[in-house]
């Protein structure tokens, strides 16, 4: 049997995902850049099931209005129910990338109506897996991108990205360039032209099916982390905080996900394997030293993880 053309792995990419996923949706949302990418995930949901095209005007380019407006006619030509052009603000928290990803985000979340259909391909995954590696913020992060993470949907997350290229060729679809895909100050460009493609030549091929396979492999280790970490949670709890003695009877992989679950109950944000490491000292290696400070959801203040008469607490601080 002939191998199907690119918009054929597309459509059974998605199917299967829908299948697996959200049987019992009847529609769905689907975040449009106007790439070939998201393009292309849209071509292919149009026809499955009623579906909004969300399309992101982050205001970063002279033209993001003009680009966004182009997303939306063709949305529209491709079968969708709905075209919305959401604008948002950029702030600089974390370097332009991660800022305009949070406010990306944010819109998304705010004004999805059921699954958010996201173009991830099986190369972002690649590209997450080593940004985690590089950042050394631990397992999680390594782990990459879940493919179902409501109301997130990933169903591309095992395709190419030059399928997407090729679906858009063989619909005859138009599809932008956005010029910060090759621009080598923002890291994941960098990564994308210059590290995969030497990581390829020099081992031979095969890297990014191999860093997907790693980051499905431990997505699999954290969620079970993650159910014993919950498991727990409530023995070692008291009032707020988190009883120390209790906590040190954990197996270490376990009490570290408890502190971090509890951190991000509490507020913090933007952890860091260190970060929760110095939180886990307070109870392994106690000498009555000071709390740790983490990021916190709130301007202008941080957390402060400290311990006092046995027990973890947190408190804010004014930056």
């Known amino acids: 049997m002939d191998r199907p053309g690119a918009v054929g792995q597309l459509r059974t990419a998605v199917e299967a995902f829908a299948k697996d996923h959200l049987p019992a949706v009847d529609r769905w949302c689907v975040a449009l850049s106007g790439g070939p990418d998201?393009?292309?995930?849209?071509?292919?949901?149009?026809?499955l099931r009623p579906t909004t095209a969300l399309i992101v005007d982050h205001g970063l380019q002279p033209d993001s209005a003009a680009v966004a407006e182009t997303a939306r006619a063709q949305a529209e030509a491709l079968g969708c129910?709905?075209?919305?052009v959401l604008c948002v603000r950029v702030g600089n928290e974390g370097g332009p990338e991660a800022a305009a990803r949070a406010a990306r985000y944010a819109v998304l979340g705010a004004y999805h109506d059921g699954p958010?259909?996201?173009a991830h391909t099986l190369d972002d995954q690649a590209e997450t897996v080593l940004l985690g590696l590089g950042r050394g913020s631990g397992a999680r992060s390594i782990a990459g991108m879940r493919a179902h993470d409501p109301p997130w949907c990933r169903p591309l997350l095992g395709v190419r990205r030059a399928v997407t290229h090729a679906a858009c060729a063989e619909l005859g679809l138009t599809a932008?360039?956005?010029p910060h895909n090759a621009d080598r100050r923002f890291t994941r460009s960098r990564l994308r032209h210059e590290v995969l493609p030497l990581l390829e030549d020099v081992l031979g091929g095969g890297v990014a099916?191999?860093?997907?396979?790693?980051?499905?492999?431990?997505?699999?280790?954290t969620e079970l982390i993650d159910a014993l970490a919950a498991q727990a949670l409530p023995h070692v709890t008291a009032g707020a905080g988190l009883q120390?003695?209790?906590?040190?009877?954990?197996?270490?992989?376990?009490?570290?996900?408890?502190?971090?679950?509890?951190l991000l109950a509490g507020g913090a944000t933007g952890l860091t394997d260190k970060q929760i490491r110095g939180v886990d000292r307070l109870v392994t290696a106690w000498r009555g030293q000071g709390g740790v400070a983490v990021g916190s959801t709130l301007r202008g203040q941080r957390l402060i993880a400290g311990r006092r008469d046995g027990v973890l607490t947190l408190r804010s601080q004014p930056v």
């Open 176 to 178: 932008w360039q956005d």
């Open 244 to 262: 120390t003695q209790a906590l040190g009877e954990l197996p270490d992989v376990i009490r570290r996900r408890v502190i971090r679950g509890w």
């Open 38 to 47: 998201s393009l292309a995930l849209t071509a292919v949901a149009a026809p």
């Open 116 to 118: 958010v259909l996201l």
């Open 209 to 221: 099916e191999a860093l997907a396979r790693t980051a499905l492999a431990l997505r699999e280790d």
């Open 81 to 84: 129910v709905e075209a919305q």
